[in-house]
């Protein structure tokens, strides 16, 4: 058990709906980052925060968006879905995100989202 | 369990075998390499990182190697166990661009009783 919690675990819905993705860090990390995974694609980086702000982007689609509250948590937030979004979605976190840190990374179990 | 990828390559070794996954990386500019482990219906699980300035570095039962000049990473299992089936990404990492790691596409590894 990583210590990162992600809810729900699955997710159907149908395309052009709009869901929402949980996640909680190990506690005492301040930075969350947000993973897709498709057959395709493999593991693509989304974002990242950082104690509430955005720090790096990756390929995040426009319909995609994230925030990370104050008591640390992240949400992400996935709208117009299309066939082509379902996917595992991974939370990890990490201490901080500081380029003087090699930082580790711990995943959470995922969501799988399936759009029909 | 789901799949995470319907055509990875994918290396079969006998239990008790030593293992070697190989990982070609696309950056010379990257610092820091991870090994992760990802079982079927689970998040990648970290296994072992190293850092540009290292070539070589051992835990338990796993080294990885760090080749700079030819961009390339490997990850050795030593005596190959069944609870070692799994697929193995490696990521890497470029310090100065922030924290965001990019994955190798994966190798599935399936240990034969």
């Known amino acids: 058990d990583s210590g990162v919690t992600q809810t729900p675990k699955h997710l159907i819905t149908a395309t052009g709906q709009r869901v929402t993705l949980r996640c909680s860090p190990r506690?005492?990390?301040?930075?969350v980052y947000w993973y897709q995974q498709s057959l395709d694609q493999g593991l693509q980086f989304l974002i990242q925060?950082?104690?509430?702000?955005?720090?790096a982007k990756g390929n995040i689609l426009e319909r995609f968006s994230a925030q990370q509250f104050p008591d640390l948590h992240s949400e992400l937030n996935l709208s117009s879905l299309e066939l082509g979004d379902s996917a595992l979605y991974f939370c990890?976190?990490?201490?901080?995100?500081?380029?003087?840190?090699?930082?580790?990374?711990?995943f959470g179990p995922g969501t799988r989202l399936t759009v029909l | 369990g789901e799949s995470v990828g319907l055509h990875l390559p994918t290396l079969s070794v006998q239990e008790g075998d030593n293992s070697i996954i190989n990982c070609a990386y696309s950056?010379?500019?990257?610092?820091?390499f991870i090994w992760y482990k990802q079982e079927s219906g689970k998040g990648p699980q970290f296994i072992i990182d190293?850092?540009?300035?290292?070539d070589k570095r051992q835990g338990q039962r796993v080294t990885v190697l760090l080749n700079k000049t030819v961009k390339h990473l490997s990850l050795q299992i030593a005596a190959t166990q069944p609870g070692d089936s799994a697929v193995y990404f490696c990521a890497e990492n470029m310090r100065a661009a922030g924290n965001k790691l990019t994955f190798g596409g994966g190798t599935r590894v399936l240990v034969k009783p």
């Open positions: 506690s005492g990390d301040l930075s």
């Open positions: 990890a976190s990490s201490v901080a995100p500081t380029s003087a840190h090699y930082n580790e990374q711990f």
């Open positions: 190293i850092r540009s300035n290292m």
């Open positions: 925060y950082y104690n509430g702000e955005e720090r």
């Open positions: 950056n010379s500019a990257s610092d820091y």
